[in-house]
């Protein structure tokens, strides 16, 4: 259910991120600072030569996407975690950051961060129950944002 993405998967995922963060965001962040979409295929395409994306996929569709960048000899940043509305809370991105972790340990990292935004408690608590605590809080026009890392434990 869960593979690494080719190029061939970029506009499925450009629809789950697009999609997922216009629904997740649009009411929380004030609209002069609301980009839509959030990405597009021209920068997902530059993200794919320094991100390796992992894919969810259920009855043949993308339903849920996450990256990975390595930063240095032992971090790794976790990029666009984003699950399509009607497939939440059904443990898919739980799976998909699990998955990630475990490539990350394959390829040497011991830590891997994470940028959200505060106003955004849904993922700051989905990633807080994986083990992630908050590094940093910076303040932002449209709030905080805020970084949260993860000692991997393999
Ligand atoms: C955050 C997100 C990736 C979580 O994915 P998911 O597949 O729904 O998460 P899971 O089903 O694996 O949830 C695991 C746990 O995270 C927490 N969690 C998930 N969604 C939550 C919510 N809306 N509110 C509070 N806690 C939540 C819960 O503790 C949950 O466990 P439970 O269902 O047993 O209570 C998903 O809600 C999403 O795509 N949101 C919109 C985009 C976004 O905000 N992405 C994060 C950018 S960093």
């Known amino acids: 259910m869960i593979r690494e993405a080719c190029?061939?998967?970029?506009?499925?995922i450009l629809l789950v991120i697009n999609?997922?963060?216009r629904e997740a965001y649009k009411e929380v962040i004030p609209k002069e600072y609301f980009r839509e979409p959030v990405l597009s295929l021209a920068e997902l395409v530059r993200d794919f030569e320094?991100?390796?994306?992992?894919?969810?996929?259920?009855?043949?569709?993308?339903?849920g996407v996450v990256a990975l960048e390595t930063e240095g000899e032992e971090r790794g940043r976790i990029h666009w975690v984003y699950i399509l509305s009607e497939?939440?809370?059904k443990g898919i991105g739980t799976?998909?950051?699990?998955?990630?972790?475990?490539?990350?340990t394959k390829i040497g990292l011991?830590?891997?961060?994470l940028l959200t935004v505060e106003q955004g408690y849904w993922a700051v608590d989905f990633h807080k129950k994986l083990g992630y605590t908050l590094t940093e809080r910076v303040a932002r026009p449209w709030g905080?944002?805020?970084?949260?890392?993860?000692e991997l434990p393999f």
């Open 95 to 104: 799976a998909l950051v699990s998955y990630v972790e475990q490539e990350a």
């Open 7 to 12: 190029r061939s998967a970029a506009e499925a």
């Open 50 to 63: 320094r991100m390796s994306f992992y894919v969810y996929n259920s009855e043949g569709k993308v339903v």
């Open 110 to 113: 011991k830590r891997l961060r």
């Open 19 to 21: 999609t997922s963060n």
């Open 87 to 89: 497939y939440r809370r």
């Open 144 to 150: 905080f944002d805020v970084f949260l890392e993860k």
